[in-house]
T-cell receptor, first 114, second 116 residues
């Protein structure tokens, strides 16, 4: 079975540009999570969805960040406009609906904003 | 608020040595879940184990073992006879149980280097 799929794997962009990260969760999983990993802050949650509905977006840094899940098999995380401090590895993870099932992570998108 | 502390920033051992990675957690929930993930140099996050707060039984999987002690709020991870392929960053994580918040709270990670 395919795991969580993320694209692109690497993204280099210039400050001010729009960046869109994509995620396809494991088929049948009801929860989808976006995390960010930086040297300074470690791994932190940005937002998560249940059945395509955002449940907790308290980790979204600011209005420049937005996330959507138009259907059960696709989610996007958008940064507009991007800034150098957004440089990080962005992970998507998914899990089943049952109580606290394991979150399985995608390979991550390494973003560099120049 | 939940918190996970991995006090060991980096550990270096020689192959075949045993090594224990410490994890201490804080939570007010009576039902919670603990996890360990491995992040090899390639960067992905690999799930290793999940434990719920009602199951204090220790677990062994090959060279890996986990010691969960609620009395000390610890969930330590031991690698027996370490190998070079065990070199990675290891993260301990915590989440709420029941209908609580599903997000994982991660520790800062322990970088393990196994020298040949």
């Amino acid at each position: 079975d395919a795991g969580v799929i993320q694209s692109p794997r690497h993204e280099v962009t210039e400050m001010g540009q729009e960046v869109t990260l994509r995620c396809k969760p494991i088929s049948g999983h009801d929860y989808l999570f976006w995390y960010r990993q930086t040297m300074m802050r470690g791994l932190e949650l940005l937002i998560y969805f249940n059945n395509n509905v955002p449940i907790d977006d308290s980790g979204m840094p600011e209005d420049r960040f937005s996330a959507k899940m138009p259907n059960a098999s696709f989610s996007t995380l958008k940064i507009q406009p991007s800034e150098p401090r957004d440089s990080a590895v962005y992970f998507c993870a998914s899990s089943l609906r049952v109580t606290q099932e394991t979150q399985y992570f995608g390979p991550g998108t390494r973003l560099l904003v120049l | 608020a939940q918190k996970v502390t991995q006090a060991q920033t980096e550990i270096s051992v020689v192959e075949k040595e045993d090594v224990t990675l410490d994890c201490v957690y804080e939570t007010r929930d009576t039902t919670y879940y603990l996890f360990w993930y491995k992040q090899p140099p390639s960067g992905e996050l690999v799930f290793l184990i999940r434990r719920n707060s009602f199951d204090e039984q220790n677990e062994i999987s090959g060279r890996y073992s986990w010691n969960f002690q609620k009395s000390t709020s610890s969930f330590n991870f031991t690698i027996t006879a370490s190998q070079v392929v065990d070199s990675a960053v290891y993260f301990c994580a915590l989440s709420e149980g029941g209908t609580g918040r599903r997000a994982l709270t991660f520790g800062s990670g322990t970088r393990l280097q196994v020298q040949p």
